[in-house]
């Protein structure tokens, strides 16, 4: 399979929340998980509760989210479930300005928990625990007079980021971020460069990346 243009890739951050009434979804064909229609309209504000109406009628039923994928998920099947409809606030993805380049690793701790019998029956190789997930990455860019994510950084709050290895798709990591840093570097006979540091962190349900 040949590989994909790093010119392809691209970089999106969330705007300003703009909020969204009665917004229609899509049945994902199992009577319990239901997306937001409207593709722009995907990634919701973290600090906004999400209203899930029924039929029109406000709904009684347990359900979960997830802000980052624009899902409402049921905790039952129901195949005459009417019409359901969202309301809240999205955050709009734009192009992050100069961007140039990305990196990121998702990595899941292990734990080593060998003891003498383990140690035996591997023929003396550890044996290991599953731990906690962390995902952190960086991005360069061109510096700009575009303060978003200086001011991001400064103020401590998280926003979504979203990076593609390829524009004409999907995106490859959609996640809350926290920024960690922001460096820049100048040189008489270069184009001023910066490089943004993030790693990644829950919102109210638990989710860190999509």
């Not at 734009?94 to 734990?111: D, E, T």
């Amino acid at each position: 399979m040949p590989g994909v243009s790093g010119r392809k890739a691209l970089v999106k951050v969330a705007g300003a929340a703009v909020t969204f009434t009665d917004e229609a979804t899509t049945s994902l064909g199992d009577n319990k998980r239901y997306q937001i229609t409207a593709t722009t309209k995907r990634v919701w504000d973290r600090a906004t509760a999400l209203a899930v109406k029924v039929a029109g009628v406000l709904t009684g039923e347990s359900y979960t989210y997830n802000r980052l994928t624009g899902i409402v998920t049921f905790a039952t099947v129901d195949a005459g479930r009417g019409a359901v409809t969202l309301s809240g606030k999205y955050v709009p993805m734009s192009v992050a300005v100069g961007a140039k380049n990305y990196s990121f690793s998702i990595a899941r701790a292990m734990l080593v928990d060998t003891d003498f019998d383990s140690a035996n029956t591997n023929n003396g190789f550890d044996s290991y625990q599953t731990s906690l997930l962390s995902v952190e990455g960086s991005i360069g860019a061109r510096l700009t007079t575009d303060p978003t994510l200086r001011d991001v950084l400064l103020a401590g709050n998280p926003v979504v980021i979203q990076l593609y290895v390829d524009r004409s798709g999907d995106p490859d990591l959609t996640l809350w971020a926290l920024l960690d840093k922001h460096q820049a570097q100048a040189a008489f006979d270069a184009v001023q460069d910066g490089t943004i540091g993030f790693k990644g962190t829950a919102d109210d349900q638990g989710v860190v990346a999509a």
